[in-house]
């Protein structure tokens, strides 16, 4: 069973900064029922807090965001963690937002720093609670805005390789990529006529050959 607090303040809103602050987690994962409304009283005379009852949000966006939260304040970063829906293709996806001056070293060679924190973020988010399963949800992890960054540069990339194919009538093949940028890359090349795409290889060393389309 999560931990259950009981706290106050002057409003509800201070209640659940309260509570957040108290379970080391952030304000929008705090899941609260109020206990007493705050009274003003007559000049301040017979005031009384607002008290609520809260716990951990059981919701895997917000177990996610917490262990994400977690992580950051482990390594001593100076960043903000927030959650927010995701946009594009990836609509119907939680993003966890990293932002701040420290968010950079969270990335790593192409992103696969943060690839692997978001791969721990989806196992947190879907893990039993009380031996139950939670409604699937995917998280989507981002620092700084580099997978939209990541995306147009990979789009500019492939775009560049197929007018490479399309002048030396040659294949290309491209390195090896994670399955979110092999989508990326063959998502732009079937906008480009005359060239196709293939995926050739094991999974962990997966690459995406470029070729002529047969006329």
Known sequence: MSKEIITTGKTIEEAVAAAAGELGISVEAVEYTVVEEPKKGLFGIGATPAKIKATVAAKGEYVALNFVNQLVKDMGLDVTVELKDAQGADKDCKLIDISGEGAGVLIGHHGDTLDSIQYLANLAANKKVDGVKPPYVKITVDAENYRAKRE?????????????????????MLEPMNPYERRIIHSEIQNIEGVSTNSIGSENNRKIVIFLEEK
Request: glycine share 0%; proline share 0%.
């Open 152 to 172: 147009e540069a990979l789009r500019t990339f492939a775009r560049r390789m197929a007018d490479r194919v399309l002048r030396q009538k040659k294949s290309v």
